[in-house]
Nanobody, 123 residues
């Protein structure tokens, strides 16, 4: 079994920062893709960032966010700075992503999901 648990969300004023954490348990290979995706109210789930050996970011967060993995590779983090109201969403940790970077942004290519953590950015 694979279990993902997110934490670190909350209410932040525009321009503030948050660090989201995802604790993973179960059999996850170090080479597997892990990512963060988000879903705003009334919208679909969209890609934020992913990590394997390299890191990947959506255009919407590039330059403001950093994705990283813990030394034991059982956790993944998303540091978000200069937050904007449009960043408001439920943020999901995802594991066992696709092999090819062309599909990193496709939510259907990830096999495991956490329950999400709410991020709300006020203007």
């Amino acid at each position: 079994q694979v279990l993902l648990v997110e934490s670190g969300g909350g209410l932040v004023q525009a321009g503030g920062s948050l660090r989201l954490s995802c604790a993973a348990s179960g059999r996850i290979f170090s080479s597997s893709i892990m990512g963060w995706l988000r879903q705003a109210p009334g919208k679909g789930r969209v890609f934020v960032a992913a990590i394997r050996c390299s890191v990947y970011y959506s255009d919407s967060v590039n330059g403001r966010s950093t994705i990283s993995r813990g030394n034991a590779r059982n956790a993944v983090y998303l540091q978000m700075n200069s937050l904007k109201p449009e960043d408001t969403a439920i943020y999901y940790c995802a594991a066992d992503g696709p092999l090819y970077s062309d599909y990193f942004a496709d939510p259907t290519k990830y096999n495991y999901w956490g329950q999400g953590t709410q991020v709300t950015v006020s203007s």
